[in-house]
């Protein structure tokens, strides 16, 4: 067990926990992408979600190897703004969606 816990505290500690969940970020981002009836535009609409879940997780990994903290800060910075226009564009949506039901 004590084997076990160093491997995954190694894990973690050396950033690498990070980088596989953008791998697996990306990988489903796409996936649901190509799979719909309109890739281009689910790849759009899903776009600032991956960025600021993979500047989130690349900020994770920074702070885990005790990175730079400008490096940190500009991460988590890069994914208030893709959350910010995620959002956006979100409630856009629903306000036209909302319009058009009232017409």
Same mark, same amino acid.
Do not use: H, K, M, Y
């Given at each position: 067990m004590a084997e076990m816990t160093a491997w995954l505290t %190694?894990?973690? +500690?050396? &950033?690498?926990?990070?980088?596989i969940a953008i @791998?697996?970020?990306w990988t489903? +981002? #796409? %996936? /649901? /992408?190509?799979?719909?009836p309109a890739p281009r535009a689910t790849l759009r609409a899903l776009l600032a979600n991956a960025v600021s879940g =993979? %500047? *989130? @997780?690349a900020a994770f990994g920074s702070a885990m190897r005790q990175g730079p903290i400008l490096l940190? /800060? &500009? $991460? @988590?910075? *890069? =994914?208030? #703004? %893709?959350?910010? @226009?995620? $959002?956006?564009a979100r409630l856009s949506a629903q306000a036209s969606g909302l319009r058009r039901r009232t017409e």
């Open positions: %190694a894990f973690f +500690t050396s &950033g690498w926990v990070s980088v @791998l697996v970020l489903v +981002t #796409i %996936a /649901a /992408a190509r799979l719909s =993979s %500047a *989130l @997780l940190l /800060a &500009g $991460l @988590l910075a *890069l =994914s208030l #703004i %893709a959350f910010l @226009l995620d $959002l956006r």
